[in-house]
C-alpha cells in the first residue's frame, strides 16, 4: 500500500499560486507570481530534494502537471537538478478526463472518478505516492479521506491575494505533528499526519470571576 504524501509551498496567508516564476500562473488576474525563489535558502531547497528523491511515484493535478511538464520535464538545467533527475527517472500519473497524449515520459493520466482512481493506485504498489502543489486535487483528495501525511513548507511572506491550498468551507482534518523545524531563512517545515476528525469543545468555558 503506498503512502500518498502532499509537499506544497505556501505563504504565511495560506497561498500556493505562481510561486516559480511571474508568469507561471496567472489564473484569476495573479499578478504576484515567483515569490518562492527570493526566498528559499540552502535549508529548505536540501528538504524539498530529499523529499522527491524519497517518492516512489508522482501524482499530479492537471494544472500542476502541465507547469511541471514545461519546466521540470524540458528545461535541461533542471532536469539535471536533483528535483529533475527525480521526476524524470519515476512514474508520474495524472489525473484528467481530457488529456489523451501526455508528452512527458513516464506520465500515466488517470480518468474517471478520481477517488477511485487514487485509491486503486495505492493498493498496487509500494512506497510513497507524492503530489507536489495540485491544491484542486489536493481539496478532492482531502474530502476523500485519501491523504497520509502533509509536507508544509511556509515562507515568511503575505502574497495578498491567489489561490489558497485550503478552501474557505471544507473538511476539518486533526494534524498529528512528524517534524517541524524552521531554517535560518525564517521558513518553517512542518510534517502532519493526519488523524481524523478534530475534537470540540462541548461547552462554553466560562470566564473566571473568582475576586482575587
Do not use: C
Amino acid at each position: 500500500m503506498m503512502k500518498l504524501k502532499i509537499t506544497t509551498n505556501v505563504s504565511v496567508d495560506g497561498v500556493m499560486q505562481g510561486l516559480g516564476g511571474h508568469d507561471e500562473d496567472r489564473r484569476g488576474g495573479f499578478e504576484r507570481g515567483g515569490w518562492v525563489t527570493p526566498l528559499v535558502d540552502t535549508e529548505a531547497g536540501d528538504h524539498i530534494n530529499k523529499v522527491y528523491e524519497g517518492a516512489a511515484a508522482f501524482l499530479f493535478g492537471r494544472q500542476t502537471y502541465e507547469i511541471f511538464a514545461r519546466s521540470w520535464g524540458k528545461i535541461a538545467e533542471m532536469r539535471t537538478h536533483p528535483i529533475g533527475v527525480a521526476l524524470n527517472s519515476k512514474p508520474k500519473y495524472v489525473v484528467s478526463n481530457t488529456l489523451t497524449d501526455p508528452q512527458w515520459e513516464g506520465t500515466t493520466v488517470l480518468t474517471g472518478e478520481i477517488a477511485a482512481s487514487v485509491r486503486d493506485l495505492k493498493a498496487r504498489q509500494d512506497g510513497e505516492l507524492l503530489v507536489p502543489g495540485s491544491g484542486v486535487l489536493v481539496q478532492s483528495l482531502l474530502a476523500e479521506n485519501l491523504i497520509d501525511e502533509l509536507d508544509l513548507i511556509t515562507y515568511p511572506i503575505i502574497i495578498g491575494q491567489g489561490t489558497r491550498l485550503f478552501p474557505d468551507s471544507g473538511p476539518d482534518t486533526a494534524l498529528e505533528l512528524v517534524t517541524s523545524r524552521s531554517t535560518s531563512g525564517g521558513i518553517n517545515i512542518q510534517t502532519y499526519r493526519l488523524a481524523g476528525r478534530p475534537a470540540y469543545a462541548t461547552s462554553t468555558a466560562r470566564p473566571n470571576t473568582r475576586r482575587r
